[in-house]
């Protein structure tokens, strides 16, 4: 495996589920970040982690709840989510958040999420 | 804060002329401009970008210039094919101030009809 890799690509929910989005990444990077992606609309920067601890969170709601075990995952817990929240998630990667040399971001192809 | 604006939201070109995506940013602090492509199905991929101490960069067919006075910026593909085509995205940073946070543009759905 190379690269940012995400699970499941594909996710169908309802609003009283509880579920969560898994991503890993071979990089050997240590700062791991969340977007969300919705149609028409600029990515969404949710939460990022650097070397395991979350440096930011742009004002999401608590139903998002990230966890970050290690640099190399990072999990999305997701429960009582509405339908607006239906859009893609990309996880991505970077040598380092911070500092004159801002790292390339290196994205998963994301989890399709469908709330009913 | 930043405020990255894309133009235009659809592009199509013929293949083999030329495709132009325009961004401009807010903060004059902002020194970092990456472009990622964005292919059906896949995550965005970082395809070329531009610090602010130059005003232009190329790597084969495509190219991107900064205008820092006018705080606007560019992507240029040349000789398009039918594979440039996918969802574009700007992109703006300050390295300095914003600890390399990205604001992104809302992108550019480019088509190229062979």
């Known amino acids: 495996e190379t690269g940012v890799t995400q699970t499941p690509r594909h996710l169908v929910m309802g609003m009283t589920n509880k579920k969560s989005l898994k991503c890993e990444q071979h990089l050997g990077h240590n700062a791991m970040y969340w977007y969300k992606q919705s149609a028409k609309k600029p990515l969404e920067l949710m939460f990022v982690?650097?070397?395991?601890?979350?440096?930011e969170n742009n004002s999401v709601p608590s139903r998002f709840s990230p966890e970050c075990p290690n640099s190399s995952h990072l999990f999305l817990h997701l429960h009582t989510l509405q339908p607006e929240d239906s859009a893609l998630y990309l996880c991505?990667?970077?040598?380092?958040?911070?500092?004159?040399?801002?790292?390339?971001?290196?994205f998963g192809e994301g989890s399709r999420l469908t709330v009913l | 804060g930043e405020n990255v604006e894309q133009h235009p939201s659809t592009l199509s070109v013929q293949e083999g002329d030329s495709a132009v995506i325009k961004c401009t940013y807010s903060d004059s602090a902002s020194n970092y401009f990456p472009w990622y492509k964005q292919e059906l199905g896949k995550g965005p991929q970082l395809i070329i970008d531009i610090r602010s101490n130059v005003g232009e960069k190329k790597d084969q067919r495509i190219a991107v210039t900064l205008n820092k006075t006018a705080k606007h910026f560019s992507l240029h593909i040349t000789e398009t094919q039918p594979e440039d085509s996918a969802v574009y995205f700007c992109a703006a940073t300050s390295t300095y101030n914003q600890g390399g946070k990205l604001i992104f543009g809302q992108g550019t759905e480019l088509s190229v009809k062979p």
């Open positions: 991505a990667s970077s040598q380092s958040p911070r500092g004159p040399n801002t790292g390339e971001l290196f």
């Open positions: 982690y650097s070397l395991e601890e979350r440096v």
